[in-house]
């Protein structure tokens, strides 16, 4: 598991609570553990869009389970960051069908082009570059999610347009 030296503040004010409420009355009371992974995304999502150990303890605490509980499911899955990210993500897919149609060299690329390595961020905050593993788009290959959405049939010339409509504030996330 991956530790940041960020502090981040948690706040699970008012809002998230009653959304947390709400998602745990979905589920028996002695259950509440059914709700990790809907309460994560939520917490996630009020927090920068990462989840620090501070954090992922909150959420142990909530559902009255061990932290190992909750830092094995964040540590397993990709959409649960455990440090801060850029506002945009790029997420390439790096299994057989995008890698054979060039997905590694594209994360190359950008990884150069925006000068950082896969798994960093620039210093400006803006991106990140990370390898996933598969997207369940392999017709469409080689792809990336950005934000909620799919980049399909990638080239050198759609990253830079990606990038360059990133820095342009073009891109929706949601």
Request: proline share 3%; net charge negative; hydrophobic share 35%.
């Amino acid at each position: 598991m991956k530790h940041s030296n960020v502090k981040q503040i948690i706040n699970i004010d008012a809002k998230l609570t009653d959304r947390i409420n709400e998602l745990l009355s979905h589920y028996p009371a002695d259950k509440k553990k059914s709700a990790l992974l809907p309460i994560l995304h939520d917490v996630q999502d009020a927090h920068d869009n990462w989840l620090s150990i501070e954090l992922m303890d909150k959420v142990a605490e909530i559902l009255e389970i061990k932290p190992i509980e909750v830092y094995e499911v964040v540590s397993f899955y990709t959409m649960y960051n455990q440090q801060p990210i850029g506002k945009y993500m790029f997420e390439f897919c790096r299994t057989s069908c995008c890698c054979l149609r060039g997905a590694e060299d594209l994360m190359e690329y950008t990884c150069d082009k925006l000068g950082i390595q896969e798994g960093e961020t620039t210093p400006d905050g803006n991106f990140t570059v990370v390898g996933v593993e598969c997207l369940g788009a392999c017709g469409y290959a080689p792809m990336m999610q950005l934000g909620d959405f799919y980049k399909e049939h990638l080239t050198k010339e759609k990253i830079d347009q990606l990038i360059d409509d990133c820095k342009d504030n073009k891109i929706s996330l949601h």
